[in-house]
Antibody
């Protein structure tokens, strides 16, 4: 059974950095691209980008290009979403998902507040 | 204008059918886009329901009841999710998604109320 387990909730101040993780299990990790999706409070879903674990190729949504970095460690079957300088508008729930039909991770709530 | 547009809300009665629409921007042809549908209940991540391209190219999510079905309306340039025999547990937010320019695009979501 495909399962994605994400790291726990985080609270940061504006300007701080952050990396959250998403660990896959129950399937061959290289089989699916890992996608990241943002959901701001009370809002809809926004696709941020994806990474191909086979060749580390990354594609970002223009809305998120330059603001986040997506990476993967194949040796431990884990994908990452990284910010170098958070802003209050990054406060949201972040989901990872392997492919377009698999179960989603449980989500990581990121709160950015001074 | 957004690539995918969904009505923000829809109400229907238990036992009835609900038709959720996802309209593709007019410069794109729904006939060439595979539509995905997700259900999200409060406090939970979205769950894949089904994907639909044509009657010969469709897939139901694991464990998703057959009363959830997909189709397309070419005249409206829209993807369609039909939920028949509505139950109270179907009350949720529903999102359509398609692949566009190498990535995903979501509709804004429809809040379905069953009352």
């Amino acid at each position: 059974e495909v399962q994605l387990v994400q790291s726990g909730a985080e609270v940061r101040k504006p300007g701080e950095s952050l990396t959250i993780s998403c660990k896959g299990s129950g399937y061959r990790f290289n089989s699916y691209w890992i996608n990241w999706v943002r959901q701001m409070p009370g809002k809809g879903l926004e696709w941020m980008g994806r990474i191909d674990p086979n060749d580390f190729d990354v594609k970002y949504s223009p809305s998120f290009q330059g603001h986040v970095t997506i990476s993967v460690d194949r040796s431990i079957g884990t994908a990452y979403l990284q910010w170098n300088s958070l802003t209050s508008s990054d406060t949201a729930m972040y989901y990872c998902v392997a492919g377009d039909q698999a179960p989603w991770g449980q989500g990581t709530l990121v709160t950015v507040s001074s | 204008q957004a690539v995918l547009t969904q009505p923000s809300s829809l109400s229907a009665s238990p036992g009835a059918s609900a038709t959720l629409t996802c309209t593709l921007r007019s410069d794109f042809n729904v006939g060439t886009y595979r539509m995905y549908w997700y259900q999200q209940k409060p406090g939970s991540p979205p769950q894949f329901l089904l994907k639909y391209n044509s009657d010969s190219d469709k897939q139901q999510g694991s464990g998703v009841p057959s009363r959830f079905s997909g189709s397309k309306d070419a005249s409206a340039n829209a993807g369609i999710l039909i939920i028949s025999g509505l139950q109270s547990e179907d009350e949720a937010d529903y999102y359509c998604m398609t692949w566009h320019s190498g990535g995903w695009v979501f509709g804004g979501g429809t809040k379905l109320t069953v009352l």
